[in-house]
Each structure stands twice: as C-alpha cells, then as structure tokens.
C-alpha cells in the first residue's frame, strides 16, 4: 500500500473499546526483569567466543609511523592483534566506516587496532601492551575555531537552506528586531546499553548479534564495507539497550568483530567501553545558532531568521538540521533558514535524540520567550498570534496541527495564568520561582516498511518483521495491533522483531518506527482478514472479529478453523506516497516548566514539568506517556547538565567521558513529570492516523526550563547547559 490518499473509516477507529490505545504492560516485561531478554553482548555461542578489545588513537591528527605488537601477542590468552597492517581492505559507505583501513589519524580515539583473547580482560591487558608511533599533524578541532571553514552542507535527511520572500530587505526595517545567538554543546548519546557485536561465520555467511536500531540499513552497510552479498549477511538484534540514534549506523565493533572472526575462524565478542564509546562512535555536535525575529508592534512576525552551525569530521556530509524547525513552526512572510557545516578533525558527528529540533527548539523558543518579554505580551499569547494557517514555507496545509490546544490545555492544567509577567516576583526563602513554557514540534516521516503474519491451525498469530526494540515499546505497540484487527487476546499473537532474516522493516528512527512497522502490519492483517472473509464466505468490510471468531449477523466462525492443516501467511507493506509531498507532517505539543533558582548561588531546582502533545492516534497510553517523559528528561539534561568536554588541544572527547563526569538527569533532579496527550487523528499520514512521539517530548522541553529561569530570577543564559556558574554570574543585583 502507497500512502497517496487519506485513510477513510478503519476497523481501528471502530473499534472504540479495542486494546489499540490501552496502556498494556509491556509484552517483554517479564523477560527484561527477569534477565530473559538477551542483550547482543550476552548471546551464548558454541564454540565459546573470543573478546576483542579495541585500541585507540592517542593523537587528534597524523600517522602511525610504527606500531609494535610484539609484547600484545605474547601476552597471555592474546591470540590476534589487527592493526592496519593486516587488516582486510573496506569500502568505505554511509552507514559504516572502515576500521583499521589507514595508518592515517583523522581523529582522537579512532580505532588502531583490536586485540582478540580468550577472555576480555586478557584482551584490554594485551591492549595496553601495543605501542604505536605517531608523526602528528596540527588539526582543527573546534566549532568556534573552524567557523571561517563553514560551508553548505549537501542535503542529507533535510535540505540545507530554504528561502522565502525578502529577510534580507524586510528585517533590518522591522519596528522590533531580536538578534541573538545561542550554543549548545557537544553532547553524547548516554544509552544504557554500550556498543557490542558477537560475529559468528557459517562458510561465506556472517551473522552479528549486534545493537542496532535500523537492521535491514545495517545489513547493507556491512556488506558494502566487508564487500559481501547483502543476502550473505544477518544481523540479529532481539532486545536493544537504548540508543537515540548512537547505533543507527554500524559502528566499529560489529566490523572489527567480523573481520576477527573471519580472521580466526571462530565467533568473536567486541563490546565498546563507555570510555571507548565517546570518540570511537558518534555524538551531537555542538551548535552556534543565531535567531533573528523582527515583528510589528504586535508581535507579529514580519522576518524571520535561522542560521545554525554544526561541526563534524571532515570526510563526513551529516550536519545538525537545528535550523530545520523554524521553517514551519511560524508564520510570517520573509524567511531565511540556513544549516552549515563546519568541518573538524573530531570523531564523527550523527544523529542523536530529535537531530535539529532538539538543540534548533532550545535557540528558537527561547528567542520566541525573549521577544515576548521585549513586546511585553504573554509568550502563549505571541505564539497564538503567529500561529500559520498553512505550512509557511512550502505553501501546502498542514496534515493536522492543533498546537493551540496544546497551549490552551496546558495552560489551564499547569496553572499558567498564576506566571508573574515579571522575572524576580516570587520568591520563598532564599530561592526565586518562575514559571515558563516552550513550543514543541517534531517532523513526521512515513518509511517503507514491511511485515508477515502467519495464523496455524493453534490460532496462534506469528508476526514477523525486521523492525527493532530498543526500549521504545515495538514488541506492546504491535502486539496491541495485531490483536485488535485479527481479534485475538494479546497472548495469542507472537511477535517476532530483531532479525533481517524476517521482512525488511522501517527499524527504531527518526520517530517513524512505530508508525511505519505498524503500518505494514496494517495492511498484513486487513489482508488476512479479507482471507478470513473471503473462506467464511462473509463480507470483509461489515464482518467483525473478535474472540479468536469472525462474526457477522448470526454467524460466527472461528478463525483457525480457516487455515487450513498448514496454516496461512500473508505479507503486507507500507510505502510514504503523495501524501507527504501535500502535506506538512509534524507532531506537536507545548511544554511547561515551573523551577527554582537560589538567589545567591544560582543553583537551579526544577520543581514541575508538564508537556502537552499530539500525535495523532496514540498506539498505547503507556508506552507513549513514557517515551515523553523520557524525551522531558532528555530535555532537562540539554537544559542544565549534559555536556562533553573537548580537549581542544587534540579533539578529544575525552574529559568527561564516562556517565559519572557526564551528567545527565537522576531522579533527584526530577520531582515531577507529567505528559498528556490529547486525542487526534490523521488520516494523511498512515493507515494507523498515528503521528511520531518518541523524539517528541524532547522538542521544546529544555527551552521551557530555560524559560523558567528567566522568569524566575532574569538570568538569561544563551549558552547551554544552564549551570549555575552561568546563572551566578547573570543574576541581576537585585536578586
Ligand atoms: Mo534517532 S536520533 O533517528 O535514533
């Protein structure tokens, strides 16, 4: 199925009491409390692996001049060092690097050899006792530093720039103008689950057991980089610990583990330390952003501006879109958004958590909060006023949008109308209370995807598909759909992910999985159901099933009885179509933060938080309501804590580069979080009428903090995280 034209009435929006919806536990629950669910890393393997253990560059840029590997292989339990030297040659490709190709250093920490063990600490001694020899190069390894090398990116997963109307004549005569610049730092992915890949050979054919969100990607990149038929690789990710985008790509440990294996002809265990994993794979870059807005005396935009830099390794295209959001979240008439990319001697910059909105939402809604202060209107209220009727640069409609209602109702829930216009107005003890919101928005994509379902004469449901779990909820969410529209309790569908030897499938990014995957299930089961239909001589379209029958007026049949002695199966795929050209797709929310700052040390409390979003149909209450608190959370980090600290002596991330120096929010530093989502269908975006959430509650939430700090004490902080140093130094005296 092609999505060319709005979805009319389903059986989803019929079935008003289904489980589609329903806060179901997880359906893997009880395999990950109780250690049933595998991790790549704990796969068991006949024979028993080896361990690799990866050593890294200890300089930002030049050669290896020597490397001696003598004292490393007479270590005890080292049966294998690859260096460069003895290394398989790789193609290089978009998806995966080679390792141990060069004896050039493009950057600190790369990869220069691998030491394979019986054990893994025999493997991390034996690395140690590798001694390479480097001539070193002078790199650049800064953002500010490289800005004079900034250049337009080519497009990626969105276009560079975009231009609409006159910015240039338009803002310097607009009777308010804001012209500000705001950073962001260098941040690190922070899943629970590090890198790891178990490679196992059969003959020609290689299997890893790898932590990956896009498998069927995946599998091509690996056999482009090892140059393979793609048919003779499989990768297996059955539960995935995490990854916001650190495991999209394949990263150096399923290579290196492949090409150990191949070399020594036995299964081969590579995990990446968290150390390791700082430089060895990707981060977000840090940003410069610069915003301008210039309004009429009412608030109303007249120009609107958005220049975002990004760094990344200099072979690498992928920039941070962080300017991509302010195409469509206002009106206005004069616009000019302009990504670029500077290019740096750094470990390689990727997609994390939201890529562009997450850091473009912190620069563009606290510009929007500065600009409400400055015209002295509500910042809801200069929101609403600009508020598009259309997708303002591309001139289409929107496929839904009711981001007012998100204001509205989470102003009346948050208890907004008791904000003091005022920063400094509300105070307890030594702390300072205030009160700020932000706008969230997060662009909707449809990928192809595909998915089986099977029925035996049991009348169990097996589905099967390459789509992946990493954390998110796949397993439920699908579950929860194959159940509704086949009708069979929740415990008589089995669903199989995590393995590209099932139908080729959207995988875990960019918000789109569960749309995507559950879209192809879609249309799998209303295939099946047209079988059922179509064998219980009933009409498809009035029949209904439930309790494992298909009813229709006074007939009821049930439907194993249907499938004859070996069962049926039938495929089902999604593909984005029309639709997505004629429409602008983003799910929306609005976010709402309530912190404390101390007056004398500017340390900031966060006391309360609320996000209100939609996303069209909700898939399951639970699930969803957590993927947006986690986004929140996500939020609060880029908003007071996360940061990687560069060595800018050689480009090391390096400092801080384990997760007790890198902070992130603990439950501590959470007291209350809540995430509601109002009720919304659409009918453009997919058969389901579902819209992305997983990177949604991210969007706008560390702005809305940061917002709160303003109007708690007037510190203005435009360079994130917001720590308290920042906030001391910014109080007004009066505070
Ligand atoms: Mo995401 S950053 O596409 O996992």
Same mark, same amino acid.
């Given at each position: 199925?092609?999505?060319?034209?709005?979805?009319?009435?389903?059986?989803?929006?019929?079935?008003?009491?289904?489980?589609?919806?329903?806060?179901?536990?997880?359906?893997?629950?009880?395999?990950?409390?109780?250690?049933?669910?595998?991790?790549?890393?704990?796969?068991?393997?006949?024979?028993?692996?080896?361990?690799?253990?990866?050593?890294?560059?200890?300089?930002?840029?030049?050669?290896?001049?020597?490397?001696?590997?003598?004292?490393?292989?007479?270590?005890?339990?080292?049966?294998?060092?690859?260096?460069?030297?003895?290394?398989?040659?790789?193609?290089?490709?978009?998806?995966?690097?080679?390792?141990?190709?060069?004896?050039?250093?493009?950057?600190?920490?790369?990869?220069?050899?691998?030491?394979?063990?019986?054990?893994?600490?025999?493997?991390?001694?034996?690395?140690?006792?590798?001694?390479?020899?480097?001539?070193?190069?002078?790199?650049?390894?800064?953002?500010?530093?490289?800005?004079?090398?900034?250049?337009?990116?080519?497009?990626?997963?969105?276009?560079?720039?975009?231009?609409?109307?006159?910015?240039?004549?338009?803002?310097?005569?607009?009777?308010?103008?804001?012209?500000?610049?705001?950073?962001?730092?260098?941040?690190?992915?922070?899943?629970?689950?590090?890198?790891?890949?178990?490679?196992?050979?059969?003959?020609?054919?290689?299997?890893?057991?790898? #932590?990956? /969100?896009?498998?069927?990607?995946?599998? %091509?990149?690996? *056999? +482009?980089? &090892?140059?393979? !038929? $793609?048919?003779?690789?499989?990768?297996?990710?059955?539960?995935?610990?995490?990854?916001?985008?650190?495991?999209? #790509?394949? /990263?150096?440990?399923?290579?290196?583990? %492949?090409?150990? *294996? +191949?070399? &020594?002809?036995? !299964? $081969?265990?590579?995990?990446?330390?968290?150390?390791?994993?700082?430089?060895?794979?990707?981060?977000?870059?840090?940003?410069? /952003?610069?915003?301008?807005?210039?309004?009429?005396?009412?608030? +109303?935009? &007249?120009?609107?501006?958005?220049?975002?830099?990004?760094?990344?390794?200099?072979?690498?295209?992928?920039?941070?879109?962080?300017?991509?959001?302010?195409?469509?979240?206002?009106?206005?008439?004069?616009?000019?958004? +302009?990504?670029?990319?500077?290019?740096?001697?750094?470990?390689?910059?990727?997609?994390?958590?939201?890529?562009?909105?997450?850091?473009?939402?912190?620069?563009?809604?606290?510009?929007?909060?500065?600009?409400?202060?400055?015209?002295?209107?509500?910042?809801?209220?200069?929101?609403?006023?600009?508020?598009?009727?259309?997708?303002?640069?591309?001139?289409?409609?929107?496929?839904?949008?009711?981001?007012?209602?998100?204001?509205?109702?989470?102003?009346?829930?948050?208890?907004?109308?008791?904000?003091?216009?005022?920063?400094?107005?509300?105070?307890?003890?030594?702390?300072?209370?205030?009160?700020?919101?932000?706008?969230?928005?997060?662009?909707?994509?449809?990928?192809?995807?595909?998915?089986?379902?099977?029925?035996?004469?049991?009348?169990?449901?097996?589905?099967?598909?390459?789509?992946?779990?990493?954390?998110?909820?796949?397993?439920?969410?699908?579950?929860?759909?194959?159940?509704?529209?086949?009708?069979?309790?929740?415990?008589?569908?089995?669903?199989?992910?995590?393995?590209?030897?099932?139908?080729?499938?959207?995988?875990?990014?960019?918000?789109?999985?569960?749309?995507?995957?559950?879209?192809?299930?879609?249309?799998?089961?209303?295939?099946?159901?047209?079988?059922?239909?179509?064998?219980?001589?009933?009409?498809?379209?009035?029949?209904?099933?439930?309790?494992?029958?298909?009813?229709?007026?006074?007939?009821?049949?049930?439907?194993?009885?249907?499938?004859?002695?070996?069962?049926?199966?039938?495929?089902?795929?999604?593909?984005?179509?029309?639709?997505?050209?004629?429409?602008?797709?983003?799910?929306?929310?609005?976010?709402?933060?309530?912190?404390?700052?101390?007056?004398?040390?500017?340390?900031?409390?966060?006391?309360?938080?609320?996000?209100?979003?939609?996303?069209?149909?909700?898939?399951?209450?639970?699930?969803?309501?957590?993927?947006?608190?986690?986004?929140?959370?996500?939020?609060?980090?880029?908003?007071?804590?996360?940061?990687?600290?560069?060595?800018?002596?050689?480009?090391?991330?390096?400092?801080?580069?384990?997760?007790?120096?890198?902070?992130?929010?603990?439950?501590?530093?959470?007291?209350?979080?809540?995430?509601?989502?109002?009720?919304?269908?659409?009918?453009?975006?997919?058969?389901?009428?579902?819209?992305?959430?997983?990177?949604?509650?991210?969007?706008?939430?560390?702005?809305?903090?940061?917002?709160?700090?303003?109007?708690?004490?007037?510190?203005?902080?435009?360079?994130?995280?917001?720590?308290?140093?920042?906030?001391?130094?910014?109080?007004?005296?009066?505070?």
């Amino acid at each position: 199925m092609e999505m060319n034209s709005p979805i009319g009435t389903t059986p989803l929006d019929r079935a008003r009491d289904g489980i589609v919806g329903k806060p179901l536990d997880r359906v893997d629950g009880r395999l990950k409390v109780t250690g049933g669910a595998k991790y790549a890393y704990e796969v068991a393997q006949a024979p028993e692996a080896l361990y690799g253990y990866v050593v890294q560059a200890t300089i930002g840029k030049g050669r290896i001049t020597a490397i001696d590997k003598t004292a490393a292989e007479a270590a005890p339990g080292v049966v294998l060092v690859l260096t460069h030297e003895n290394a398989p040659e790789q193609a290089r490709n978009r998806r995966a690097h080679p390792v141990l190709n060069s004896p050039d250093i493009a950057y600190y920490g790369q990869p220069v050899a691998l030491v394979v063990a019986r054990s893994f600490e025999e493997a991390r001694a034996g690395a140690y006792l590798v001694r390479v020899s480097y001539e070193e190069a002078s790199g650049s390894y800064t953002l500010k530093g490289g800005l004079g090398q900034a250049r337009v990116p080519s497009a990626g997963y969105s276009s560079p720039e975009s231009a609409v109307g006159d910015f240039a004549g338009v803002f310097p005569k607009a009777p308010v103008k804001l012209d500000v610049t705001y950073t962001t730092p260098l941040e690190t992915h922070a899943m629970m689950e590090p890198h790891a890949t178990l490679a196992v050979w059969d003959g020609d054919s290689l299997t890893l057991h790898t #932590s990956n /969100q896009m498998l069927d990607q995946g599998r %091509a990149a690996v *056999a +482009r980089t &090892l140059r393979m !038929p $793609v048919g003779k690789v499989r990768l297996i990710s059955r539960f995935i610990g995490g990854g916001f985008g650190a495991k999209l #790509s394949v /990263q150096a440990d399923a290579i290196l583990a %492949a090409i150990a *294996a +191949r070399h &020594l002809h036995h !299964p $081969v265990k590579v995990a990446l330390t968290r150390e390791q994993i700082f430089n060895v794979t990707t981060h977000r870059s840090d940003t410069i /952003q610069r915003l301008r807005l210039g309004t009429d005396e009412t608030g +109303r935009i &007249l120009a609107i501006g958005h220049d975002a830099y990004s760094g990344n390794l200099r072979t690498e295209s992928q920039f941070e879109a962080a300017a991509d959001q302010t195409r469509t979240l206002y009106a206005g008439a004069n616009r000019l958004t +302009r990504n670029r990319l500077v290019p740096l001697d750094a470990p390689i910059a990727s997609a994390m958590r939201a890529p562009g909105e997450a850091v473009g939402l912190l620069a563009l809604e606290c510009a929007m909060d500065e600009l409400a202060y400055r015209l002295d209107i509500d910042p809801i209220e200069l929101r609403i006023r600009n508020e598009p009727a259309e997708d303002p640069e591309k001139h289409i409609p929107f496929s839904s949008r009711h981001l007012v209602e998100c204001y509205r109702a989470g102003a009346e829930r948050f208890g907004w109308n008791k904000r003091q216009p005022r920063p400094g107005q509300v105070r307890q003890d030594q702390w300072l209370i205030g009160i700020g919101m932000a706008a969230a928005t997060r662009g909707n994509v449809l990928v192809p995807s595909s998915a089986s379902v099977r029925m035996g004469p049991d009348g169990i449901a097996i589905v099967k598909m390459a789509m992946t779990d990493i954390g998110t909820g796949s397993y439920t969410i699908l579950t929860q759909i194959a159940s509704e529209l086949l009708g069979v309790p929740p415990d008589r569908v089995r669903m199989e992910l995590g393995d590209t030897a099932y139908p080729e499938a959207a995988g875990s990014g960019g918000s789109f999985g569960a749309a995507s995957s559950g879209s192809a299930l879609y249309v799998a089961c209303e295939r099946l159901r047209a079988v059922f239909a179509d064998r219980a001589g009933l009409d498809t379209d009035k029949a209904e099933f439930r309790d494992g029958m298909i009813v229709l007026g006074g007939k009821a049949v049930v439907l194993a009885s249907l499938v004859g002695a070996s069962g049926i199966e039938v495929r089902g795929e999604i593909r984005p179509g029309d639709m997505s050209r004629k429409y602008s797709q983003q799910s929306y929310g609005a976010q709402f933060a309530e912190v404390a700052v101390d007056g004398d040390t500017g340390e900031v409390r966060l006391r309360r938080m609320l996000g209100v979003f939609t996303a069209g149909r909700i898939l399951n209450e639970k699930t969803a309501r957590s993927q947006a608190i986690g986004g929140m959370v996500f939020g609060v980090g880029a908003a007071l804590e996360e940061a990687v600290v560069l060595d800018p002596r050689f480009g090391a991330y390096y400092v801080n580069h384990n997760l007790a120096d890198y902070l992130v929010p603990v439950h501590a530093d959470l007291p209350h979080v809540d995430a509601v989502f109002l009720p919304e269908l659409d009918d453009r975006t997919n058969p389901l009428k579902a819209k992305g959430v997983g990177e949604l509650g991210i969007c706008g939430a560390g702005a809305a903090v940061a917002n709160a700090i303003y109007n708690a004490c007037g510190a203005r902080i435009r360079d994130f995280p917001i720590t308290l140093d920042k906030v001391m130094s910014a109080l007004p005296a009066q505070a």
